[in-house]
């Protein structure tokens, strides 16, 4: 029988079409009309119309807000667009008498109209309680005592029964790491919990609302009524605090024997990190402004997080970094490269966290540190030669990439690939050995299945959460995006040493004169052979565009043939240039450098129509190259700045020059789209534009030419970026 073992991620959970129904739900459009209302509507506003679909609001609004001044919602509403509705939520309102609390949000074309009571199950004034409870919570600076301290605070402060903080793996499974429950509760501390418990569709709504809120699992939810014009759109409640819950998360709690749940969710650089996750085991209703002080809890918590992981971050860039610079140094001091990586007290075991490292250079292995054994090493650099192609490679369960890696998973289960020449199978290779882990999960993780009525076996809420243990084999402590970044600077730095000090007799410079005649055929191809037919497309295009009886669909498609001829000839133009720059020597001169950023950014300013941008000029000290193709290279550098940053709020470009007494080193920053950690390595690659660049407009061809005419100028250039948070480019030339 076929299962289907994607159903809780696919489950629609943003449109459910019922709320919970301690509250109730009034959705207007645009125009004030009431287009949907939840059925429990008169079960809180008895003397409300039977149908009130198709009605303004001003027809009910004296009906809600009894004491209200006329118009108040759609007040509230026009104040909400032009300042946010958090200026406003919750407005504090009465209804037969009691208090409620009305929250406003927009979802796609409708406002949605929430009424919750104004008044928590609790007596306890969580507003007050949670300006002493942040002191008491911030007081140790360890993680771990943070942590504890956080649920202490938060337990005594909402009073739930037991309270946690869940974080999340990078497979999405989460493990409770800290805890504080009643003395009759068994403690679940340290139990781990597989990824489909909180599918990935549920893990993007935490990002969104910070808070969520489950009143009593046992109270069945409302549905929605909706105005009946032929309209089957399914309502987005994304953003409602009623929303109604999964049926198959409602069941879920109801295993685990819990009656009320609360979340306040914990963010670090814009991803979920984990959860404080409330259960009770009664029912408990927390209303709106104390949900809003306890989300303050969530994000004072995840600042302090991002701080501490930011600052153990900090030291640990700056220990690779100091071992990247000493090797560095060392390769263009010794004649012997493979001696200034192994042979001094600094080597290649200081860049990462590694137990052992191989050099394979120039026929030679030089191992440090625990390695395989011979024969095992030479079967490993086989399958490298054989299956690596990324210039950086690396994972923490070789054995499940390469079988016969299981034989000594003892020293290294962890492997990283450093590609210093695939043609001549020279490498630099990490490992780092076996962590073995004894996971305890609450219950078994692999979900159980049931029959649905469609015939398929479908995941089902786990009902036993009894301890259940599961040993792991075969896998290393993972490789840290700092690690990465180091290896991917070491290359750099080894490039830059190689083609210092390599010389005629290296395979890579015949292989470079024979790319160089290939490239001068391939521009001649271009020149001759292209262009002047793309000329002639795009004349053609231009003459029949003057046809007045051409309907708009034929112009439109006219116009598309000329942008498109357009970029071609830019992108045969930026190749021709590639090519120009590898058979030209720099005409070396002193260079203003100041001068010609100033013109490249006034003038890119105005190209990318980017006057919101924020550049900054620092230090522009003076170097020695071709004032062409430095232009070039700075050109190319601040447009991809500009570019790729244009969406942040507010876009930022920093420029600076440095110097010492060897080198001069600018760098450019920006605070835009960011590269993932993944792509670093393939930057500066012909024709290579990264995954998440969308319809930023680009050839792929700008950086490769940068990095040709910065070697040119025996200089060298890195990058370090981060997704969603910027870049730097870094550009060092020679005194």
Known sequence: MNIDLSNCDKEPIHIPGKIQAHGFLI?????????????????????????????HVTAIEPLIGTNEPPNFISQLILFGKNNGFEQTNPFNTDIQGKPFHLIISSSAEYYLLEFEPARSDSETDVQRAIGRSLSEMLTD???????????????????????????????GHGEVVAEAADDDLQSWLGLHYPASDIPQQARELYKRNLTRLIANVNTEPSGIVREDNGDV????????QLRAVSPIH????????????????????????GLIACHNYTPRFIDYRSRESAKLIGQILSSALEFRQDEENQFIQERYKTAVDQLSRLMLKDNEIEVALTGNPVTLLDVTDAKGAVLVFENNIKKLGNTPADNQL??????????????????HHLSAEFEQAKAFKEVASGMMVLTISKELGEYVIWFKPEQLQTIVWAGNPDKPAEVSSNGMMQISPRKSFEEWSQTVTGTSKPWGAEEVKSIVRLKSEISYAINQKAGAIRLLNERLKQAYEELDTFSFTISHDLKNPIAVIKSYAQILSRDKELKPQALKALDRIREGADKMNNMIEEVLDYSRIGRSEPVTTDIDVSQIIKDQVKDLVLVYNAENTR?????????????????????N??????????????????????????????????????????QLPRVFELFHRMDNVGDIEGTGVGLAIVKRIVEKHKGKIWVDSELGRGTTFSIAFRK
């Open 378 to 395: 030479t079967e490993l650099i086989g399958w490298i030669k054989a299956n690596i192609n990324e210039s950086v490679y690396y994972t």
């Open 233 to 240: 759109t399914p309502l987005d409640l994304t953003p409602s």
């Open 637 to 678: 550098i601040i447009s991809n700045a500009i570019k790729y940053s244009m969406k942040s709020e507010p876009p930022v470009v920093e420029i600076n020059g440095t110097e010492n007494d060897l080198e001069v080193v600018y760098t450019v920053t920006d605070n835009g789209l960011g590269i993932d950690i993944k």
């Open 615 to 635: 550049i900054t000029i620092g230090g522009t000290p003076r170097i020695q190259g071709d004032p062409v193709m430095i232009s070039q290279v700075f050109a």
């Open 141 to 171: 600076k360890n993680l771990q005592n943070l942590l504890k301290n956080s649920v202490m605070q938060v337990k005594s402060v909402i009073g739930y029964d037991r309270v946690m903080i869940y974080r999340f793996a990078e497979d």
């Open 27 to 55: 959705v207007m459009d645009k125009q004030f009309v009431v287009r949907f209302h939840s059925d429990n509507l008169h079960t809180f506003v008895p003397n409300m119309p039977a149908n009130i679909l198709g009605e």
């Open 250 to 273: 409602i069941q879920y709690l109801k295993n685990m024997g819990v009656a009320s749940s609360f979340s306040i969710s914990l963010i670090y650089k814009q991803e979920l990190w």
